[in-house]
């Protein structure tokens, strides 16, 4: 089945750790996308790729990095210079168009202990 | 700069009820606007895209509008479900940008 999976779905972190998000898709999309969802808000784009090894900051990259070694792959890593890394986060995929649609991973929530 | 709201942000309704969810945009230079469901601690579900130069779109007991000039879009549900409760996004791209904006979401709940 094509799709984007995101592993783990649940992830705790340290105060002061690194940790990576993984996202992976096999729907050959050139674009893919991290946002961030916190309660009551609406989703915030973190960082995004119109093709391997290329990436953009989006609106609040602050304390995250990305790298896009694979046209499958689009890992996140919060770094422990995010703040507030708490929420829970999205992977998207598209084609590198800006009209066409976009599909979701099942996210990964991230909390810190 | 774009904004996107969505209202109500929650919304009961008996099951069987017809219901339309609202979302407004401030600026109209968009190339599409899509329909998401999100079900608790999941990810996103594509319900309907419609295209700038489209009117609306269907699927099933789903139906979308767009009017670009007043900057609105409604997904309208018939005969609602209890399988219908999620929260429903609305986002939209701009032209001029590669991203996607997003609505905060109305949080519906169909009750039995």
């Known amino acids: 089945d094509g799709g984007i999976t995101q592993s783990p779905k649940y992830l705790f972190r340290k105060e002061g750790q690194n940790v990576t998000l993984s996202c992976e898709q096999n729907?050959?999309?050139?674009?893919m996308y991290w946002y961030r969802q916190d309660p009551g808000q609406g989703l915030r784009l973190i960082y995004y790729s119109q093709i391997v090894n290329d990436f953009q900051k989006g609106d609040i990259a602050e304390g995250y990095s990305v790298s896009r070694e694979k046209k499958e792959s689009f890992p996140l890593t919060v770094t422990s210079a995010q703040k507030n890394p708490t929420a829970f986060y999205l992977c998207?995929?598209?084609?590198?168009?800006?009209?066409?649609?976009?599909?979701f991973g099942q996210g990964t929530r991230l909390t810190v202990v | 700069k774009q904004e996107v709201t969505q209202i109500p942000a929650a919304l009961s309704v008996p099951e069987g009820e017809n219901l339309v969810l609202n979302c407004s945009f401030t600026?109209?230079?968009?190339?599409?606007l899509q329909w998401f469901r999100q079900d608790p601690g999941k990810g996103l579900t594509s319900l309907l895209l419609i295209q700038s130069s489209q009117r609306e779109q269907t699927s099933g007991r789903l139906n979308a509008s767009l009017d670009k000039s007043s900057g609105r879009s409604t997904l309208y549900i018939a005969a609602s479900q209890p399988g219908d409760s999620a929260t429903y996004l609305c986002?939209?791209?701009?032209?001029?940008?590669?991203?996607?904006?997003f609505g905060a979401g109305t949080r519906l709940f169909v009750k039995a």
């Open positions: 986002a939209l791209w701009n032209t001029g940008g590669f991203k996607t904006i």
């Open positions: 600026d109209s230079a968009i190339y599409n």
């Open positions: 998207a995929s598209s084609l590198p168009v800006q009209d066409t649609e976009a599909f």
């Open positions: 729907l050959n999309h050139d674009a």
